[in-house]
């Protein structure tokens, strides 16, 4: 018997990934982002989240592709794995499904942080595995602490 998967789709560039739906807490549009001088390129910037500061991953830069501007239209999903909250900056959002486990196959060079490819709609969809890819691009350590100026809109 098959065991199934729940993941939400999502479009990065010119391919689709998943996102396992256990490690999802919200989609949301960018909202006032604190830019993060010495962190990281893939780490754009922290938000507020319902009193937390959470750091936002820009997926395009995580992947190897160009960064595109953020605008307040951006769409990010926000994500928990191992004792970690950020955000993901990703350029659409298209449903929820189920995938079987058996579908996926995991690829030699993919990367620690996708946990393996399918096929849906006859099209490859590569299943990112949240706690990994956290590990690897939201350090916890970031410099978050201290008086920031939360004031007025911004995104960068």
């Known amino acids: 018997m098959s065991n199934t998967l729940p993941v939400m789709i999502c479009v990065v560039g010119e391919?689709?990934?998943?996102?396992?739906?256990?490690?999802?807490?919200?989609?949301s549009?960018?909202?006032?982002?604190?830019?993060l001088p010495e962190s990281p390129p893939e780490v754009r910037g922290v938000v507020n989240r319902h009193g937390s500061?959470?750091?936002?991953?820009?997926?395009?830069?995580?992947?190897?592709?160009?960064?595109?501007?953020?605008?307040?239209?951006t769409l990010f999903v926000v994500v928990r794995g191992a004792n970690?909250?950020?955000?993901?900056?990703?350029?659409?959002?298209?449903?929820?499904?189920?995938?079987?486990?058996?579908?996926?196959?995991?690829?030699?060079?993919?990367?620690?942080?996708?946990r393996g490819m399918a096929v849906a709609d006859q099209k490859p969809l590569f299943v990112f595995d949240v706690a990994a890819l956290l590990q690897t691009f939201a350090p916890v350590d970031l410099p978050v602490e201290g008086n920031h100026d939360h004031s007025g809109p911004q995104a960068s």
């Not at 549009?29 to 830019?35: D, E, H």
Request: aromatic share 2%; with cysteine.
């Open 15 to 27: 391919h689709r990934y998943a996102i396992p739906v256990a490690d999802i807490l919200e989609v």
């Open 29 to 35: 549009a960018l909202v006032q982002m604190i830019p």
């Open 53 to 73: 500061l959470i750091p936002i991953l820009d997926l395009r830069l995580c992947l190897g592709q160009e960064a595109e501007p953020l605008t307040l239209a």
């Open 84 to 114: 970690q909250v950020a955000g993901l900056v990703v350029d659409d959002v298209s449903e929820v499904m189920s995938l079987s486990t058996d579908s996926l196959t995991r690829l030699a060079r993919s990367g620690p942080y996708i």
